[in-house]
């Protein structure tokens, strides 16, 4: 999509910077454009140009080849013209079909781009617009599709992908080296039947909408780059998706499955800003059930969780005083369908309980880019002075681990030494290993070898089939309970 994407606004955009320094009216301006994809490498023809008393450029049986990879856009018409009111904008209308077509091993197919109401209107495009701070570029379409394939094709059968209403929208500052925007699509549904590299892939989505804003510094060169992590800079991407369902078939010849899938709204979130980064991703829950092809001797498997979620913080700009580092992630009531555990445990002697992971750490930290970047020696360019395990627990099978502890550390020496302790509680841990050693999923050596480590370091609990262990490190040495390891 992405090239096509150019290709279709080549026309308009592509050398904007040096074919405004040589024209202030639009018909020499795009003249030097079409020469200028010439002269790349692409093909361009058309069978009528016709320059209105506006000032308007329309091209008639407009066709652009890209020779790299062999596409092609057909378009009817598309027209630039520029507004009476502020000459540097221009808008550009274009044909409701636009045709591409291309080839896939030596196959050739064809699709359609199929829209109402397309525009594309920007300040940045004729000579006024070099004296213009901010630069604008505006994309929309009251309904935008795409539309293909043959039912006797080898490589496109079926292609029908509907995003409803588009837009899109882009402003640059040249004064402050910014760039800000956003695409909003309406919806993402989709059917399709296609054949590439030998695999054969069908199904069909619906999708809620889906947004993405973003916002960020443009650096001159890879010095200038740095500002990112010295906090002079910044960079924000987000995205929001709405409720979806899917199904797929994919057949590679010597396998095939196929997935079928629900998921509630998800979201994720990356920025650099004052020279930390984040990254933050949420999802709702989400339903799938994989269903091998023929010959393969495995049922459907359903999986299902409640939600996932994974969020990491991690700051840059700590050269003179340390700073807060963060790692978060959740995994709520991972499920794995009866089809699958019966392959195992068709008696169920093991609890199917939903699985639960939970992590939940954090650091003070001490980073200095500058340092790291100049390839200075990574315990003084990165140094950790403490540890908090608020949480990590897993929950599987009947069984659990959980641990939490809290750590200093001292950089004194050659690696930075903790200072601190750990609780560790284990629960159901022998009953879940001795039904795995039962049901030849664990072999009986292993298991005994993995459980007297276990007891040597660990101590009865409370309650049964529960162990539980502090780990004390010290100036000293390490301690289990009380007692030296050796």
């Given at each position: 999509m992405s090239r096509i994407a150019v290709t279709t606004t080549?026309?308009?955009?592509?050398g904007s910077a040096t074919c405004a320094l040589a024209a202030n009216d639009l018909?020499?301006?795009?003249?030097?454009?079409v020469r200028g994809m010439i002269d790349a490498g692409s093909e361009v023809a058309y069978s009528d140009r016709v320059v209105g008393n506006d000032g308007s450029v329309l091209y008639k049986d407009l066709v652009i080849t890209n020779k790299d990879d062999g596409l092609t856009v057909s378009a009817p018409w598309i027209k630039g013209t520029p507004s009476a009111s502020d000459p540097s904008v221009v808008?550009?209308?274009?044909?409701?079909?636009?045709?591409v077509?291309?080839?896939?091993?030596?196959?050739?197919?064809?699709?359609?781009?199929?829209?109402?109401?397309?525009?594309?209107?920007t300040n940045g495009l004729l000579r006024e617009a070099m004296s213009?701070?901010?630069?604008?570029?505006?994309?929309?379409?009251?309904?935008?599709?795409l539309k293909g394939g043959e039912a006797d094709n080898p490589v496109l059968r079926k292609l029908l992908a509907d995003f409803g209403s588009v837009g899109f929208e882009m402003l640059t500052s040249k004064e402050q080296s910014h760039v800000e925007g956003g695409l909003a699509l309406d919806k993402m549904d989709a059917v399709y039947d296609f054949t590439t590299d030998g695999t054969t892939q069908s199904g069909a989505q619906t999708s809620g909408p889906l947004n993405v804003t973003f916002a960020f510094d443009v650096p001159s060169d890879e010095n200038d780059a740095m500002g990112y992590l010295d906090g002079s800079k910044s960079a924000i991407i987000k995205l929001t998706g709405g409720a979806?369902?899917?199904?797929?078939?994919?057949?590679?010849g010597d396998m095939a499955f196929s997935i079928a899938s629900t998921g509630e709204p998800s979201s994720l979130l990356l920025q650099m800003v004052d020279g930390t980064f984040l990254y933050d991703m949420q999802n709702g829950k989400i339903q799938a059930t994989v269903t091998p092809g023929a010959g393969i001797p495995i049922p459907p498997v359903d999986l299902g969780l409640s939600a996932?979620?994974?969020?990491?913080?991690?700051?840059?700009?700590?050269?003179?005083?340390?700073?807060?580092?963060?790692?978060?992630?959740?995994i709520s009531d991972l499920t794995v369908g009866e089809g699958l555990w019966s392959m195992i445990d068709p008696g169920k002697t093991i609890p199917r309980d939903p699985a639960q992971l939970n992590i939940d750490m954090e650091a003070m930290v001490q980073l200095d880019p500058i340092a790291m970047a100049a390839g200075a020696d990574p315990m003084e360019a990165g140094k950790i002075h403490s540890l908090d395990i608020n949480e990590i627990l897993l929950s599987v099978a009947g069984a659990m681990a959980k641990a939490t502890g809290a750590f200093t550390f001292n950089n004194d020496g050659p690696f930075p030494m903790p200072l601190g302790k750990a609780n560790i509680e284990l629960d159901g841990i022998t009953t879940l290993?001795?039904?795995?050693?039962?049901?030849?999923?664990?072999?009986?050596?292993?298991?005994?070898?993995?459980?007297?480590?276990?007891?040597a370091f660990a101590k009865p609990g409370d309650q049964p089939d529960q162990f539980i262990s502090e780990i004390t490190v010290s100036e000293d040495g390490i301690l289990a309970n009380g007692q030296p390891i050796q």
């Open positions: 080549a026309i308009a955009l592509l018909q020499t301006t795009l003249d030097l454009a808008t550009f209308t274009f044909a409701k079909d636009i045709a077509t291309g080839t896939d091993t030596g196959m050739e197919f064809t699709f359609h781009i199929v829209t109402d109401g397309m525009e594309l209107t213009k701070e901010d630069v604008s570029v505006n994309f929309g379409a009251d309904s935008f599709r979806s369902t899917s199904t797929a078939n994919i057949d590679s996932l979620g994974m969020k990491v913080a991690i700051p840059f700009n700590t050269a003179d005083a340390p700073e807060k580092a963060s790692v978060n992630l959740m290993s001795d039904k795995l050693v039962a049901l030849g999923l664990l072999d009986q050596m292993q298991a005994g070898m993995a459980m007297g480590m276990m007891m």
